[in-house]
């Protein structure tokens, strides 16, 4: 399949190139470079020996979406990863969250429709989850809105609610919503990862940055959370899993509205997640606790199983094995893709 991948320069983005080529598919790229390195396009070129078209734009502005599918289609399916994340950054910048992770799609959709796209498969997150009594987290757990913590998590779930009312005005369409929990890792090349811009929101890339130097401590935000060890528990899933999935929803991709979790299962602590990478590097990182943060839970994990029992699908990788690639990435680029 030829597939459009918008915001396909970013983290999960660059990883899933990488699995459609090597599942013999023919992904474009569609980024304003707002959060990543056109950079990518040699990364991926040389872990591959395929250079993939990228087109630098903005995924919410139609013209620009009509020009690639002009100079770069047929597309028979279009990934749309194309969102601001930060939950903390959403809450007070809650406009521009609303504005960029809806325009986007509603673009996407308007062209894409016009076009004849078959398939849309969009990058959803495991916080539309509202209760935290439902873990783990099924597909079917309860999604309220009103009872979400950030506009980023209500924009994902608003995004979700409209795909849907398409794809019933649209019944030749398929739409598969891709629950994600907490994507980390990196390529096993080394080649390319995760590189936030200025200082991480997320805990992975915050340790790694401690880890070379370029951040003094990490913070442990909370202690006493009703976990084995007090500190807060996530289903974090390597990236090249996530990927993965990606490639098993598309090529499962049937008409109707699909929703799956893409995650292991297995909740790993704040705690636990630092001793694997502190065994990753052979040192023990400098680390402080803190008072909890407002809106943190202290667990979020899924049941994946829908989407083994559906797709096929199921991730295979480890903590140990997450942490190693992230240390492999961050000692290869210090500066991230800068250098």
């Known amino acids: 399949m030829r597939v459009l991948l918008a915001g396909g320069a970013g983290y999960v983005g660059t990883h899933t190139a990488i699995a459609l080529i090597e599942a013999g598919h023919e992904p474009v790229l569609l980024d304003d470079l707002s959060n990543t390195s056109d950079v990518v396009v040699d990364r991926i070129a040389e872990i591959t020996g395929t250079r993939i078209p990228l087109v630098i734009g903005d995924a919410a502005d139609d013209t620009i979406v009509e020009g690639v599918f002009a100079d770069h289609g047929p597309f028979e399916a279009i990934i749309h990863f194309a969102a601001l994340k930060a939950v903390g950054e959403s809450v007070q910048k809650p406009l521009a969250y609303y504005a960029n992770n809806l325009d986007t799609t509603y673009a996407l959709l308007r062209v894409g429709l016009a076009q004849g796209i078959r398939s849309i498969v969009f990058s959803s997150t495991g916080t539309v989850y509202s209760d935290p009594a439902d873990l783990p987290f099924t597909e079917d757990a309860t999604r309220n809105l009103v009872e ?143 008072p909890r943060r407002a809106g943190d839970l202290a667990a979020t994990y899924c049941t994946p199983a829908k989407a083994e029992a559906e797709l096929g699908w199921k991730a295979t990788r480890t903590i140990d094995d997450m942490t190693r690639d992230v240390w492999n990435w961050q000692q290869k680029n210090p500066s991230g893709y800068a250098g």
């Open 148 to 290: 979400l913590s950030n506009p980023y998590s209500k924009s994902k779930l608003m995004n979700e609610v409209a795909l849907t009312d398409v794809q019933t005005a649209n019944p030749e369409l398929n739409v598969t919503l891709l629950r994600y929990f907490n994507p980390v890792g990196a390529h096993a090349s080394g080649l390319v990862g995760e590189d936030p811009k200025g200082i991480p929101n997320n805990l992975m890339p915050f340790v790694a940055r401690v880890a070379v130097g370029s951040l003094p401590e990490i913070g442990v935000f909370g202690d006493d959370y009703d976990t084995p060890d007090g500190t807060g528990q996530r289903d974090y899933i390597h990236v090249v899993d996530l990927a993965e999935g990606h490639v098993a929803a598309l090529e499962n991709a049937q008409p109707g509205v699909s929703s799956y979790n893409l995650g292991t299962g297995n909740p790993v602590s704040v705690l636990q997640l630092i001793a694997s990478f502190e065994k990753a590097i052979g040192r023990e990182l400098p680390k402080a606790m803190k």
